[in-house]
């Protein structure tokens, strides 16, 4: 999501590796495993390269690996386990259908169990808006202040602006099946819905917004959730039909089935890894507001934090 990715990335080269027809868990083999880079899938969103820039630092320091970051999209990370060049995603959010088809049917994916972070996925406004109209946080209530949401990309809807397209996101059904006289517009990324927020914010303009949390920007202003229809199970399963609010998120990690059974050291520091939405905000916070490098941050976080990673580290 941001350019911030290469800031941070530690590629080291790969060495040469004989061993090729050894066996899984054989000694060439898991020579071979720890001789490559653990491969970690870069999602387009500051809080998962926050994650990753700490994992991939601990990698580093604390196991000796070499760590190479694949910027790729949610999709894209999947099909990465398939074609072999993938081994972690270490922040995913829901995508059943995925984990239908990696995990149990091809079964070239593995659940490393949950990451620590709960994420939350919905509609928001600027918190002046709330004062401004109280009721405004009622979905019901959306197509009577549609006007002031128009915009020249909505034409004579109000706008409903989301990020990136690949991002987990329901709200064309949303739009169309609550009857809500707004349309989806795209901004493109995150680093579009931060200015958006901020902009809105600090000029007092209208902004009906996809956001999320964790998210190092409710630090620093406040947004007010829209409470969309509750969320009950199974009221996404058909996507077309979509008329609830998102579902709260346990965040998990997804590993190669190979890498859960050849990484060893790594792979077991990745199944620990497990920190909160505050942590990850504040190593996300670093990286955005103070310049810092994913490196850079990484180090500060792990230095002041060694009572929360020191379990992470296999014995």
Same mark, same amino acid.
């Given at each position: ?50 994650? $990753? &820039?700490?994992? +991939?630092?601990?990698? =580093? *320091?604390? @196991? ?131 200015? $958006? &927020?901020?902009? +809105?914010?600090?000029? =007092? *303009?209208? @902004? ?108």
């Amino acid at each position: 999501m941001l350019s911030l990715i290469a800031a941070f990335a530690i590629v080291l080269p790969l060495s040469a590796c004989s061993g090729d027809t050894a066996e899984p868990g054989s000694t060439s083999a898991a020579a071979e495993s720890n001789d490559r880079p653990v491969r970690i899938a870069m999602n387009p969103w500051v809080g998962y390269e926050a994650s $990753a &820039a700490v994992v +991939a630092y601990l990698l =580093k *320091t604390e @196991l000796g690996r070499k760590v190479e970051f694949k910027k790729l999209t949610e999709e894209q990370s999947w099909k990465g386990f398939e074609e072999g060049t993938v081994d972690v995603i270490i922040e995913n959010w829901g995508r059943e259908a995925e984990k239908k088809e990696y995990i149990e049917q091809k079964k070239v994916a593995v659940s490393a169990g949950t990451n620590g972070n709960v994420g939350v996925i919905g509609w928001y406004v600027p918190q002046w808006m709330v004062e401004k109209y109280p009721d405004i946080t009622d979905y019901r209530n959306l197509n009577k202040y549609a006007n002031l949401f128009k915009t020249a990309k909505s034409g004579e809807q109000g706008q409903v602006l989301d990020g990136d397209p690949s991002f987990v996101t329901n709200d064309l059904a949303l739009v169309k099946n609550l009857g809500l006289n707004y349309k989806v517009v795209y901004s493109g990324s995150e680093d579009a819905l931060i200015a $958006a &927020a901020r902009r +809105a914010t600090r000029q =007092k *303009t209208p @902004l009906l917004m996809y956001f999320y949390e964790p998210q190092w920007l409710f630090t620093q202003l406040k947004l007010v959730k829209v409470n969309l229809p509750p969320y009950a199970i199974g009221c996404d399963a058909d996507p077309e039909k979509v008329k609830c609010d998102y579902p709260p998120y346990l965040l998990d990690k997804i590993v190669s089935a190979d890498f859960a059974k050849n990484g060893g050291a790594a792979y077991e520091f990745i199944r620990n890894f497990s920190w909160s939405n505050d942590h990850q905000n504040a190593v996300a916070n670093d990286m955005v507001n103070n310049r810092l490098t994913g490196e850079q941050a990484a180090k500060k976080w792990v230095e002041a934090n060694k009572i929360v990673w020191q379990d992470w580290i296999p014995r």
